[in-house]
């Protein structure tokens, strides 16, 4: 196990107990104060620690090298944690609309305590802190499961600051309505980011092409490393959690050796594997009758 699955494992372990953390503080903010909407925070951080406990596993998972059952290995799961995660978020918007509809249908004065929302708000702030964290670590690895997890930290930040302010407004106005109000604000803001997980982790499953960016550098590795050759043609890329695969075909000279032939692509590899992290290579040699005269030029 490399020091950096290591340290991604580490992370995700971490990310269970400050999920714990910060949904007892923030039902006890809502306990203090008796506001639906921070009952809808606090069910977001349920889903919180489901999916932090998720996330730890299908890393665990990811980590695994390959095998003859998994030749390609194990990175996958990652996005089927993320898939989890976004079920989960659909779940608790649900719960939220419940609620907050039975409070607009018996509208409930709010306790005028302010030390709930100073509660809820050192949440929100512990939460930030470990978004940042989980965001930078899990771009850093390439791990699906760390960064999905960040993004639905970053939501649940923001709609805990929205909530906060609208407490706030809701205790000093008297206008109890804006309660459950805002927690129908919160259920939208984290259906949308449930769907916009899943899309992206579908996108992962359905073996999506690298991003544009990278594949324009991946073309211009080619083409300025594979002297010797003609063109490289029919390159396909695909993405499998922190693994990016790319396959081609590199025509060469009908009359020049499997040796020089072979010098070529170990030149194109190990340029790949210096430029991008995590790429698995597949080179297929033709002769220069099958050129297509398109692709990639070599230079």
């Known amino acids: 196990m490399t020091k950096d699955t290591t340290r991604t494992l580490t992370i995700a372990l971490v990310s269970v107990g400050i999920g714990v953390l910060v949904l007892v503080l923030k039902y006890l903010a809502y306990m203090m104060t008796g506001s639906v909407a921070l009952l809808s925070d606090a069910l977001e951080s349920i889903v919180n620690v489901v999916t932090a406990i998720t996330t730890l596993i299908a890393v665990y998972i990811a980590s695994k090298p390959a095998s003859p059952a ?26 939220i609309f419940q609620q907050a509809y039975l409070r607009i249908v018996d509208v409930m004065p709010l306790d005028t305590s302010m030390e709930g929302l100073l509660v ?7 939460n930030g802190f470990w978004c940042l ?28 600051i929205g909530v906060l302010a609208g407490v706030f407004i809701a205790i000093i106005s008297g206008w109890s309505i804006l309660d459950p109000l805002l927690a129908m604000v919160v259920g939208v803001n984290i259906l949308w980011s449930g769907y916009r997980l899943v899309s992206e982790s579908v996108g992962g499953l359905m073996d999506v092409a690298a991003p544009e960016e990278q594949l324009t550098r991946i073309r211009d590795i080619i083409s300025t490393n594979a ?10 890329t695909r993405q499998s959690g922190r693994k990016t695969f790319v396959e081609f075909h590199l025509v060469v000279p009908g009359g020049m050796s499997v040796s020089e032939a072979h010098d070529i692509c170990d030149r194109i590899e190990n340029a790949l594997r210096n430029g991008i992290a995590g790429i698995m290579i597949s080179i297929h040699v033709e002769p220069e009758n099958k050129a297509k005269h398109a692709g990639i030029v070599v230079l």
């Open 70 to 95: 998994l030749p390609y290995g194990y990175d996958k799961a990652e996005y089927f944690s993320a898939v989890i995660e976004g079920v989960f978020i659909l779940v608790a918007a649900l719960l």
């Open 120 to 126: 809820n708000g050192a949440a929100g702030a512990v």
């Open 133 to 160: 964290v989980l965001f930078r670590h899990g771009r850093k690895t390439r791990s699906p499961a760390l960064v999905a997890d960040a993004k639905h930290l970053f939501t649940d930040v923001l709609s805990s």
């Open 227 to 236: 002297h010797g050759a003609i063109e490289a043609h029919d390159v396909r």
